[in-house]
């Protein structure tokens, strides 16, 4: 069974930093043929796309609110996607998701369970 297992998550102050991964396990057609991406979410608003990453190296994408402040990377070695996380505000706090979505079969997706981060003094 494929499974997603997100961690890094807490509580933290303004301006601090933090670091989610997000390991991969029994992916179809294996790890590097997934596009990976973090979302998050806060109660009563949609699941909102943070960044994304295609390939190891490769251009990422991200949300503008995040833009400067969050690096995503992967290690296809390890099946793990990071999220690094810069100068937190209290707009950061939600709920933080991984999702693999296979690059080629579109219908293939899969999300993790989730981790939370708090900003807050």
């Known amino acids: 069974q494929v499974q997603l297992v997100e961690s890094g998550g807490g509580l933290v102050q303004p301006g601090e930093s933090l670091r989610l991964s997000c390991v991969a396990s029994?992916?179809?057609?294996?790890?590097?043929?997934?596009?990976m991406e973090w979302y998050r979410q806060t109660p009563g608003k949609e699941r909102e796309l943070v960044a994304s990453?295609?390939?190891?190296?490769?251009?990422?994408n991200y949300a503008e609110s995040v833009k400067g402040r969050f690096a995503i990377s992967r290690d296809n070695a390890k099946n793990t996607v990071y999220l690094d996380m810069h100068n937190l505000n209290s707009d950061d706090t939600a709920v933080y998701y991984c999702?693999?979505?296979?690059?080629?079969?579109?219908?293939?997706?899969?999300w993790g369970q989730g981790t939370q981060v708090t900003v807050s003094s």
């Open positions: 990453l295609a390939v190891a190296g490769g251009s990422a």
């Open positions: 029994k992916l179809t057609y294996g790890y590097s043929r997934y596009k």
């Open positions: 999702k693999a979505q296979n690059r080629n079969v579109l219908s293939i997706r899969h």
